[in-house]
């Protein structure tokens, strides 16, 4: 293939990404255009009702008898059902990693780009509930593609409620302090880091330190702050003894670090482990499945869950984000300090309690209106549409002040009228288990609207789907997948970046955006062939990957 074919290949393939990423805005308040097209419970039907049966089989996008693949755009049979179930996800390292690959120079693999983690790197200006659980909205625009519109599906939790009226935490740090976190922007960043979380907990708060390299120790156990300062004095002293070895054994520090937190388990206490590695696993076990079998009781009887946090820049994406997911938890990326100051002073502390847990997602769209549908990433999250009311299986694990977003492309049937989807939301309660869902609709109607005069949160997640799409659509080493088709009316990486210009200036100049604008810019420059522009966007302490749900 020539390379101004493959440049033109991975542009389309961006834009759509960023197409399908509209929603990924923090803080937007509805300004981009008068076409915005909203539905929630309240203005649009919603409830808790029965969701409408799955239609018969048909061949959908499964592959044509004769084997041939068909394309996303073709005329086709609609999917062997109308139903699309998946369980949430609030993951943002996938687009942190990216920026910082794409300022040192380098194209990401696309497997480790994952669409829903750079939608939802962006918190949304959904509305709140007032309790536990989850508000539902449903909006969505017409591309430039015939039939083909973006229908973006948003859920939200309650913000965190004031310090003091929050759980206390008993806190595992597994710290890796193997050979390769000697580079710099890793242990040295998890040391500041600690550092700063440590004089923001609260004094019935506890934690416990343990590290692996070749093996894993508990170097500090669980331990109440207190409020005299001797106990904060020993944390402080402990996190200044790090320092790298040898190599990466992550079983022995995944399991030394959950027999820590069930031995020093609080009662009242939110019990988790915080994973603090590059994931460059080498000794031991290095399958995400049999290191967490060692602990499935851990985290099935004790509950005890996972936060992973990533650094570095060469990073085992791909172990981070199995761990996380089926330790009922989730992963980010950290870079430098500033991005570690939001991480450990903000977001762990005040995410400490749960607003939702084993939270599944199920869009049932209507047979009479829609033809086809497509789930835009999510790929490792989808759940079985029986499993939806199954509250044995997994789902995620939701804390105060997030938000989720899930965007669709779908292809109305010409001509069509009518109720176009509903949107539902299943959780268990965080204390009592007791099953709860929220559901809302759309209708056909609310896609009259061009997607590029659509509300600005709606365009910034087109725009980061899109740009996500485009990264994992091939270059010369990464080839796309025969079978990974292409978003309806792809735009270019140029287009991209000209949109995210072009929106209103409340929206365009806030940072999440314009680090998003940057790293667009810089992949146009990479598929060109040409090196990154120098200055606050290199590899080392100048990015900081978007603030995350």
Known sequence: MRADTRTRNIRHGVLAALLTGGLLLTGCSGGGGGDRATADGRSRGGGSGPLPAPASPGTGDAARPDGAQKDERSDSAPPPDYLSTFALDVDTASYGFARRTLAEGRLPDPATVRPEEFVNSFRQDYERPDGDGFSVSVDGARTGDDGWSLVRVGLATRAADAESERPPAALTFVIDVSGSMAEPGRLDLVKKSLGLMTDRLRPDDSLALVTFSDTAETVLPMTRLGDTGEHRSRVHAAIDRLEPTQSTNLEAGITTGYDTAVRGKKQGATNRVVLLSDALANTGETSADAILERISDARREHGVTLFGVGVGSDYGDALMERLADKGDGHTTYVSDIEKAREVFCEQLPAHIELRARDAKAQVAFDPETVERFRLIGYDDRRVADEDFRDDSVDGGEI???????????????PGADGHLATASVRWLDPESRAP?????????????????????????????????????SGTDGYPRPQSMKALPDTPSLDELALRAHELPDRVAESKPVRELTTAVEQAVRLTN?????????????????????
């Open 399 to 413: 804390g105060p002040g997030h938000t989720v977003t899930a965007l669709y492309a779908v292809r109305a049937k």
């Open 529 to 549: 062939g040409a090196a990154p522009e120098p200055g606050g966007t290199g590899p080392r302490g100048e990015i900081d990957p978007s603030r995350g749900t």
């Open 436 to 472: 709860h869902e929220e559901s809302a609709g759309i209708e056909a109607a609310d896609l009259e609207g061009d997607l590029w005069r659509a509300d600005s949160g709606l365009q910034v997640t087109a725009i980061a789907a899109y740009f996500a799409d485009g990264l994992r």
